[in-house]
């Protein structure tokens, strides 16, 4: 292969990754969910990173609960919501991501940056450890 041909092909791989990753913004933008409370007293909505969107009382059952039952229904309800954006977003993103990432760790930022790097470190041909020099001893 030329190298004119082997920097279009590198090009090419270049917009169809660009094309992915702006497709996936949109619809990352997208993603949201709603979840009910066990006895209907509220319905939380989440949009995408988790925030709350929406937040409404399908019935008049939140009226017979105590500010801090209802308090505890309504952050319940959220987590279930956000857990629910969560798993959307990770199902997205994971055909982008390495072999061996877990998308769920990424989206929830608990994704050291060990989860991208090999564990056995760069590989460095001889010719270009030679410009190097010698590695420094570790203490």
């Known amino acids: 292969?030329?190298?004119n041909d082997r920097m279009e092909e590198l090009f090419a791989e270049y917009e169809r990754q660009r094309n992915?990753?702006?497709?996936?913004?949109?619809?990352?933008?997208?993603v949201r969910a709603s979840a009910t409370s066990p006895r209907r007293e509220?319905?939380?909505t989440v949009g995408q990173n988790g925030v709350i969107t929406d937040i409404a009382f399908p019935t008049s059952a939140y009226r017979r609960m105590t500010p801090v039952a209802l308090q505890t229904s309504i952050m319940q309800t959220f987590t279930e919501a956000?857990?629910?954006?969560?798993?959307?977003?990770?199902n997205l993103l994971a055909p982008?991501?390495?072999?061996?990432?877990?998308?769920?760790?990424?989206v929830r930022g608990e994704a050291g940056v060990d989860m991208f790097l090999p564990p056995e470190g760069p590989r460095i041909n001889g010719?270009?450890?030679?410009?190097?020099?010698?590695?420094?001893e570790q203490p």
């Open 1 to 3: 292969m030329s190298f």
């Open 20 to 30: 992915s990753v702006t497709e996936l913004q949109e619809r990352m933008k997208e």
């Open 42 to 44: 509220v319905t939380v």
């Open 82 to 90: 956000k857990e629910q954006v969560m798993v959307q977003a990770a």
């Open 96 to 106: 982008l991501l390495p072999e061996g990432v877990d998308a769920a760790k990424v």
């Open 127 to 136: 010719s270009f450890r030679e410009i190097l020099g010698p590695r420094p």
